[in-house]
């Protein structure tokens, strides 16, 4: 099938495949992004983040379809962590969005974080801007639920939302430093349980110390199982995309977002070439007399990086 | 590269007995598949729309209602309307010996029942996906 014909004309296989084998690093997916990344750039991009089991699926789907109803075209892209022992993985996001799978203007892809750290998978970013080529208006990006230092997604994502839910009061407390500081929006989610209002108080109070920008986070309580709340969030992912516009912040950002992802491809392309030009036994071979004590391990990591100093070919 | 095979674990229809599925959504999982699992109550044409998006090599069904004669069929044949009859379809649950046949015959790959070890679907999986580098 020709895959790029495929993507141009919004067949869904065509975006589904692309994914794959960017995802694997296929050479040929590469080539056809590379052809079409001048398409890119038109998405708006959203991170849905927060703790484990806040409802960051349920609120994502939820959104989903109040975008759907508007006639915009979603894509979402929901990792999960990947046993770093066995390599395999549950994605389970898709059970709270059943209700989205026929609908024409969603797709969705769920992601394995295949060792990537940081909160996204390894090919959220190169899914995110096949997304972008084949057309979405709004892409969602859930992450694999913040723990401490997860912040890839606002270097990602337009706006950030943060997640919570009342009950996770000393979490919030130790979440302070790095996470707050990443969402542009706060939800508290399960607003029918108690404490929810304790919660966002708690939030709001948090926001105020941490008047680093202009652009004040709203705290919004949902009940996303029910559908609660769900139009204020978007009116306030609304105003959030104005603000960042109109105030040139948007241009910025997104350049903040190139440079991150230049610096991350560079990085995993030495990464790579490094370890073609070496073989498991040349590895080991300099491990052993590293642990020998023949030669330190910072001399080690010079020698080991010497060939490809002339430069990659590609 | 080696990748992880993907698989859709599902429950087509009014059925909810997920015990099953969960057990053989943990089994795929420590075989090293990425195991996409939607939960119960799917309509066929849901778990094709899931089986596209997701881009899986297999598409794993769960059923022990009884109705498999009918579901597990439609499933396979919307796959090919579609356009995705590349995927490996195999299926499990509470399923009477002498209905294998016939399901084998509409395009299922593989039928496992009660008492079958996980490292029986494990095995076959792999030994029919070609996943390449
Ligand atoms: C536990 C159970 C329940 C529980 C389910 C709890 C749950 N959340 O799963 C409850 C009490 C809720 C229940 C309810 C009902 N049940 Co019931 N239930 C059972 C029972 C006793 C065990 C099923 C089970 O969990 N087994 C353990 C799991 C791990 O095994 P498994 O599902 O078979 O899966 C294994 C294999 O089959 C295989 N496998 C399964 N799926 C797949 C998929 C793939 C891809 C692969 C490779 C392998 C595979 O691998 C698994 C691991 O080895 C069976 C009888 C039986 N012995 O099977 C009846 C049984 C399935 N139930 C039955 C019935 C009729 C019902 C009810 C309609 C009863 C009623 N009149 O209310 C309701 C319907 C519920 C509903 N909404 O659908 C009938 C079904 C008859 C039929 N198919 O014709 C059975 C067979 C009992 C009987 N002999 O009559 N049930
Ligand atoms: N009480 C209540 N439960 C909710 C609400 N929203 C979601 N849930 C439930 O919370 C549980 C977790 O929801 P998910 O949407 O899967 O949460 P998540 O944050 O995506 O979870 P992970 O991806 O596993 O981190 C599910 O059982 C939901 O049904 C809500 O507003 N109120
Ligand atoms: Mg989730």
Redesign the pocket.
Known sequence: MDIKKGIIDGDRIALAKLITMAEDGKKEAMDIIKELYHRTGNAYLIGITGPPGVGKSTLTAKLARAYSGLGKKIGIIACDPTSPYTGGAILGDRIRMQELFTDPNIFIRSMGSRGHLGGLSRGTRVAVRIMDIFGMDYIFIETVGVGQSEVEIADTADTTIMVLAPGLGDDIQAMKAGIMEIGDIFVVNKADREGAEKTAREIDTMLDFNEKSTWRPKVIMTVAQDNKGINDVLHAIEEHMKYIKDSGIFASKRKEHIKEEILELATQNIMSEIMTGLSKEELLGIVDKVAKREIDPYSASIDIIKPIKGGIQK | MDRPIRVL?AKPG????????K??ARAFRDAGMEVIYTGLRQTPEQIVEAAIQEDVDVV???I???AHNTLLPKVVQLLKEKGAGDKLV?????IPPDDIPYLKSQGIAEI???G?P?SE?IEFIKSHVRVEA
């Open positions: 674990v009014l059925d909810g007995h997920d015990r099953g599925a057990v053989i794993a069904l769960s022990l209602s009884g195999v299926g499990g649950g509470v496992f029942t009660p079958t996980t679907s």
